[in-house]
């Protein structure tokens, strides 16, 4: 039972991105973002006293907490990523945008830009060669250490070219040495656009999956068969959005004070780097329209269905290709308005847990917002090893 591109960004979000739209650009509501200052990484917070931490205080170490999450895109598609992350908004972290390109770079929406390797490049990005994208982030060595010393770094990249493919390994590995987890997303090139940009690839998520607690490879190539009468740019969207919403969901069940709270040591937990395993995620949503219909008209055990059908789906991620019965950890968010109940999320925990193997690390956390009509259900964990990197190997060898 595999789940659809509707249960992974939302029946909503789907048809605004496939549906026409003005310029070509989906308008977006509550684009509001929260923009930490980086001097408060420098603040103890500590009091005199020693006992007695005010309101205050407390408000002010919070605003240092959030500060220790970034989301950084590397080059043109990581930019884009971030772009529409930032417009739809996300509390709780620092967005950046990282890039060769001083055109790209000044055309991005983010918190904080980076323009690296200007020796290298003078500005005029990489021309799709790794190598350069690589040189010009070991060029800017300090300036990426200064955003990359955090809790949570998240990455997110477009494999096949110059800047993501060559700077992002480069990025994550000083991440990993300043003791951040390490969360990367990156895109697979379509076969459409050649040999040597698959070749090119492979190579680079190799380099990122070795500087990676988690790693999440997400194939452009499977929008083919999924929605193949898309539109390319309406496909790339696609692509952003799914990364959108698993970002969001990590840096919400870390960020906000919720009904069962996650806290940063539980998503270190079962985040942390595991070698052979690679990053799984999956989304769902359920209506309440549709629970509250079969609640009047159906008894129980109908109810029950729906729940663990939609579970099931967000599970089964079509765009992965990975066995979820093989997920060794993972974390369920589960938000829903204040009528969510015991019984839903008790069913939706015990249906992930019996899914995934037998004696895998489970936590979940559990949000309230009053303006929801459905339940989301969002999972990330460690699975096998996505059959996208089991490819690469041997395809770097033949």
Do not use: W
């Amino acid at each position: 039972m595999y789940g659809s591109l509707e249960d992974l960004i939302g029946e909503d979000k789907l048809k605004e991105i496939t549906t026409d739209t003005i310029n070509g650009i989906p308008v977006v509501e509550n684009g509001q973002v929260r923009v930490m200052k980086d001097n408060l990484l420098d603040s103890t917070g500590s009091k005199e006293d020693g006992y007695d931490d005010s309101d205050e205080y407390l408000s002010e170490f919070l605003q240092l907490l959030k500060t220790r999450t970034v989301i950084i895109g590397v080059g043109g598609a990581g930019n884009n990523a971030i772009t529409r992350l930032q417009e739809s908004g996300v509390t709780g972290a620092i967005t950046i945008a990282v890039n060769t390109d001083a055109q790209d770079l000044y055309y991005a929406n983010a918190d904080q830009k980076l323009l690296i390797g200007k020796e290298v490049t003078g500005g005029l990005g990489s021309g799709n060669n790794p190598k350069v994208g690589e040189e010009s982030a070991e060029s800017d060595l300090e300036r990426i250490r200064q955003i990359t010393r955090k809790n949570i770094v998240f990455l997110t990249c477009g494999m096949g070219g110059g800047t993501g493919t060559g700077a992002s390994p480069i990025i994550a590995r000083e991440a990993q040495k300043a003791g951040a987890l390490v969360i990367s997303f990156c895109t697979l090139p379509f076969k459409m656009e050649g040999e040597e940009k698959g070749v090119i690839a492979n190579e680079g998520l190799l380099k990122l999956a070795e500087f990676s607690d988690t790693i999440i490879p997400l194939p452009n190539e499977k929008l083919m068969k999924l929605v193949p009468n898309l539109t390319l740019m309406k496909g790339f969207k696609i692509m952003d959005e799914i990364l959108i919403r698993s970002v969001r969901g990590i840096v919400d069940l870390v960020s906000n004070c919720g009904l069962v709270n996650l806290d940063l040591a539980d998503v270190k937990n079962i985040l942390n780097r595991s070698h052979g395993t690679s990053g799984y995620i999956g989304k769902s949503e359920i209506s309440l329209e549709e629970i509250s219909k079969s609640n009047n008209s159906m008894p129980s055990p109908f109810v029950k269905e729906i729940i663990q059908e939609k579970t099931l789906k967000a599970l089964h991620n079509p765009i992965l290709e990975m066995d979820p019965s093989e997920i060794s950890s993972c974390l369920v968010s589960i938000t829903g308005n204040q009528y969510l109940s015991l019984s839903q999320v008790n069913e939706i925990v015990s249906t992930v847990s019996k899914t995934i193997r037998p004696n895998a690390k489970l936590k979940f956390g559990a949000m309230i917002d009053p303006t929801s009509e459905k339940i989301h259900i969002n999972i990330i964990g460690q699975g096998p090893t996505s059959p996208y990197l089991e490819k690469a190997k041997p395809a770097l060898n033949e």
